[in-house]
């Protein structure tokens, strides 16, 4: 993977987590106060996202920022906050997932955050509808118990198959994986809630 885009800053983790095969990321963020707060807190941390040369960041919203260029990217990685939000409401929908498949690069992986606590079953279905409808293929895992992760595309999705076959990407870091809990395939194998298929069907008749 060479090419990343990153919806929304936050607290700057999902940054971290970005592995170090990964060559350029581009951060749009919604708010420059986002930007500056982390920038004020850079001496609390381990290490300081914000000071990594790969990351490119760019204040828009992402729907705009999106809309003015034609750049393809291996991976979009969605994370806005809370979804009733003006700023973040809009990146649930459809369009904006259309708009994130079409700057993606074949093969390219979709991955939309939300929080379980911002979902009851009905919304939850028809977050899952809305991703198959735009994506041929969905998985979703939940990494821990308040997290759940959505990996979209259009080709076949098969992590734990890639991981457990080459395992290339483990042992290239193994010290930043497992600061994310990942140190063997079956640390990805139990995190898994929904295959493709059973993304379908849970989705089914959902609007």
């Known amino acids: 993977m060479q090419e990343m885009l990153i919806v929304g ?9 970005v592995p170090p095969s990964v060559r350029r990321v581009d951060v749009i963020e919604l708010e ?19 000071r990594d040369e790969r990351f490119n960041f760019i204040v828009n919203d992402a729907r705009g920022a999106l809309q003015l260029t034609a750049k393809k990217y291996d991976a979009v990685i969605s994370q806005p906050s809370h979804p009733w939000t003006a700023g973040a409401s809009h990146l649930y ?15 390219g992986l979709f991955v939309q955050w939300m929080n379980v606590d911002f979902l009851d079953e009905s919304l939850l ?8 409808d735009v994506f041929s293929h969905v998985r979703l895992y939940r990494p821990a118990p308040h997290t759940l992760l959505f990996l979209a595309s259009d080709s076949p999705i098969e992590p734990e198959q890639q991981v457990s076959a080459t395992r290339a990407a483990l042992a290239a870091a ?9 140190n063997v395939v079956e ?20 609007p």
Do not use: C, W
């Not at 459809?94 to 993606?104: I, T």
């Not at 279905?125 to 198959?132: E, F, I």
């Open 9 to 17: 800053l936050g607290g700057g983790r999902v940054l971290e987590a």
């Open 32 to 50: 420059q106060k986002v930007i500056d707060a982390n920038r004020q807190l850079a001496n609390r941390r381990a290490r300081d996202p914000l």
């Open 93 to 107: 929908t459809r369009e904006f997932m259309q708009q994130a498949r079409d700057h993606l690069n074949p093969a």
């Open 125 to 132: 279905r028809s977050l899952v509808a809305t991703l198959t």
């Open 174 to 182: 193994p010290g930043h994986y497992a600061s994310f809990g990942l």
């Open 187 to 206: 640390d990805l194998i139990v995190s898994l809630a929904m295959d493709g298929a059973g993304s379908r069907a849970f989705a089914a008749g959902a």
